[in-house]
Nanobody, 115 residues
Framework: QARLVPSGGGLVQFGGSLRLSCAAS????????LTWDRQAPGKQREFVAH???????NYTDPVKDRFTISRDNARKTVYLEMNSLKPEDTGVYYC?????????WGQGIQVTVSS
């Protein structure tokens, strides 16, 4: 059974850092592109960062130069390093794995940035 289990969320002050992890099991992790999305209170879910199976990354503009997505295929884990956090980064963060018609979602994890 495919699973994505996130960890690393929590409460942090403005300007602080957090690293989210999402551990995968039950599928061939290295084949999959990986994405982090987030959903702020009262808003729609939005794209945050993406990494292909080859390691190519892209980001939404508001997080460029602050967030870094990476993957460790040996550990079957995707990471989101978040620096210089702002209150507008508050939300529930979701990891996603996608390969063709196959797609898996992790449960959301809360990130709260206090001003």
């Amino acid at each position: 059974q495919a699973r994505l289990v996130p960890s690393g969320g929590g409460l942090v002050q403005f300007g602080g850092s957090l690293r989210l992890s999402c551990a995968a099991s039950g599928f061939t992790f290295s084949n999959y592109a990986l994405t982090w999305d987030r959903q702020a209170p009262g808003k729609q879910r939005e794209f945050v960062a993406h990494i292909t199976s080859a390691g190519i990354t892209n980001y939404t503009d508001p997080v460029k130069d602050r967030f870094t997505i990476s993957r460790d295929n040996a550990r079957k884990t995707v990471y989101l390093e978040m620096n210089s956090l702002k209150p507008e980064d508050t939300g529930v963060y979701y990891c996603n794995a996608n390969w063709g018609t196959f797609q898996y979602w992790g449960q959301g994890i809360q990130v709260t940035v206090s001003s």
